[in-house]
């Protein structure tokens, strides 16, 4: 069959995949066609050599963006960024985060050297700037985002506060002269933060109620609030959410909806061959009373206060005084722990104060103007085993107005969640697809029929890391988890492995020493990247996917570049021969 193929693969690379077919059984038709040429155009052969050499099944339908099999096969064996190129080592520890500009000329790296530095992305990377963050009494850098338009960098680390408190902070540096335009005070650290807009940026702050019971308080601030006039808003309180059993709020990230590309890239060909496959994570509203809600860690059962969380006809404040008083008055033994009684009585306390949830996320026109707030939270330990979203509306995504938030009224305390995902593990990095339609979540999973009766004593997690997808349209896992890498550190510290998504691949560290790289479509693993400690995060470059970066513990960042990009580079480079025959004639002259 004649697929009009373009360009061939290299005849080096086509006599290890003839090594290859030599070891399987392929129909001999194909194997007697010898000539490059002919191969290269037998579409039969190709897809049979592409289901085989990669271990795909064949009820997965070809990438629909591909135009033959052997397109395909050369896509998934020449353009993964798997060379590696160079070695950066101007960081002296170890390297936690790496971010690239939007526009793909600039990238970011964070480290414990407490630097952050600007690197110029060219054919030899270079280093541009680098800035100290010591002086601020920074204990090191830990993240970093480009805004939309590449001219301010948001950067977030570990701040040293009073009595060696350890608190976050974020800065913001322009890239027109790499001066700090203003810091603002981010805790607990691990909100990290995140740009809404080309010039408001969002931080967190954690207000303690109780010894497990406390509220995050997510606010909008303007970049250049140090250099703005006092009759001008510089930050205003987006959201302030209740927070049970000493979880918290981290690793804020903002949604674009407006950016979902039709038609999708991926496929639900797995949902359709098992629909009545039970093996997704559940995925279900807060609050709701769906049976899915049963796939949750199982919590102690707590009759005493149960009837006045099911009784809808008693306050909030009646239940909880009626509460009280039948406890002194020793008509009700509770059965409770004193963390337990904390979390419920917070329960009640919060029953009529919040502010009911926005319109429904799934509504027709959900996905024009808005945009989601995606972070990490919980309800039943302190370790981020949820994924909270709260849709932000148009008026929400500037400082102008009342800085304590508009249209609240005085009984709505706190602002509940849109929507929640449970992961039921420790959920360790998150990623967006380049259309914002896909979170790509690494976690670390708890035992299936855990038991948790200690908010401070969460589960024992898997070393094995699982790599969801929830598409954002429908709040669906979509594929079944990747795995491949492996974490160590146990559950009790707190730790990331930040991970990448490029229009085609989706890639990741790990604590086994290498970064790895999936296609999105085939859900395979396509390579792995050494380093010689922990890989802490990945980047792939936004308009170029077949070069990645990867920071490790080992201090480096290493740049991987794909066979392909590796041959152009070479071929671009002028020969040693001319070289000598030029300075011969120089000679002669």
């Given amino acids: 069959m004649d697929a009009g193929v373009g360009p061939l693969l290299p005849d080096s690379v086509l006599y290890e995949i003839f090594l290859y077919l030599d070891h399987v059984d392929v129909l001999s038709a194909g194997l007697v066609c010898r000539q490059w040429h002919a191969v290269a155009r037998d579409e ?264 006045f969380l099911d009784d809808g006809g008693v306050t909030a404040e009646d239940g909880l005084q009626q509460f009280f008083d039948d406890i002194m008055e020793g008509r009700v033994r509770p059965v409770m722990t004193e963390t337990e009684l904390e979390t419920k009585v917070a329960e009640l306390f919060v029953r009529n104060r919040t502010k009911p949830p926005e319109l429904n996320l799934l509504s027709a026109d959900s996905n024009s103007k808005t945009k989601y707030l995606i972070f990490t939270t919980g309800c039943l330990t302190y370790s981020p085993h949820q994924i909270g979203i709260k849709r932000i509306l148009p008026h929400q995504m500037t400082t102008a107005g009342p800085v304590l938030g508009e249209e609240r009224r005085s009984d709505e305390f706190f602002d509940s969640l849109d929507h929640v995902i449970d992961i039921h593990g420790h959920i360790i990095g998150m990623g967006l697809s380049p259309d914002h339609r896909y979170l790509y979540v690494n976690s670390r999973a708890w035992p299936r029929d855990c038991v948790i009766s200690d908010p401070m004593q969460p589960p024992p997690i898997a070393e094995e890391i699982d790599l969801h997808v929830f598409d954002l349209k429908t709040m669906k896992e979509v594929k079944r988890a990747l795995r491949a890498h492996r974490a160590y550190t146990p559950n009790e510290e707190c730790f990331f492995i930040f991970l990448d998504v490029s229009r085609d691949f989706v890639a990741s560290g790990a604590e086994d020493r290498h970064g790895y790289i999936w296609d999105r479509h085939y859900n395979i693993c396509l390579a792995k990247l050494q380093h010689d400690n922990v890989v802490n995060s990945v980047a792939f470059s936004p308009v170029e996917q077949e070069l990645l970066l990867t920071a490790s513990d080992d201090t480096t960042i290493k740049v991987w570049r794909s066979p392909r990009m590796v041959r152009i580079q070479q071929a671009r480079k002028p020969r040693p021969r001319k070289l000598l025959f030029s300075w011969l004639m120089n000679q002669r002259s």
Wanted: aromatic share 10%; charged share 20%.
């Fill in 44 to 307: 039969f052969l190709w897809k049979e050599l592409f289901y085989r050499y990669y271990r795909i099944s064949r009820e997965v339908p070809r990438h629909p963006a591909a135009v033959s099999w052997y397109d395909e096969f050369q896509r998934l064996y020449d353009t993964i960024p798997c060379v590696e190129v160079q070695a950066l080592k101007e960081h002296n520890d170890q390297v936690l985060h790496l971010s690239f500009s939007h526009s793909g000329c600039l990238f970011a790296s964070c480290s414990k050297d407490c630097t952050v530095k600007i690197w110029s992305n060219e054919l030899d990377i270079s280093l541009q700037h680098s800035s100290n963050m010591r002086p601020y009494n920074w204990s090191y850098t830990q993240f970093s985002q480009f805004n939309s338009d590449d001219s301010l960098l948001l950067v977030s680390g570990v701040f040293v506060g009073p009595h060696n408190s350890s608190s976050g902070e974020i800065a913001v540096i322009s890239m027109e002269n790499f001066t700090l335009l203003s810091r603002v005070r981010n805790k607990p650290y691990d909100v990290f933060g995140c740009w809404l807009n080309e010039t408001n940026l969002i931080s967190g702050n954690l207000h303690r109620i109780g010894r497990i019971t406390s509220c995050s308080v997510l606010w909008l601030n303007n970049a250049f609030q140090g250099i703005e006039s006092e009759n001008v808003n510089v930050v205003k309180r987006l959201f302030k959410i209740q927070n049970l059993n000493a979880s918290t709020i981290r690793t804020v990230m903002v949604a674009d909806c407006s950016r979902y590309d039709s038609p999708d890239l991926l496929l639900d060909y797995e949902e359709q061959l098992a629909a009545s496959s039970t093996s997704t994570c559940p995925v279900f509203d807060l609050g709701s009373d769906s049976e899915e809600e049963e796939a949750k860690p199982k919590r102690m059962p707590e009759p005493a206060l149960q009837e």
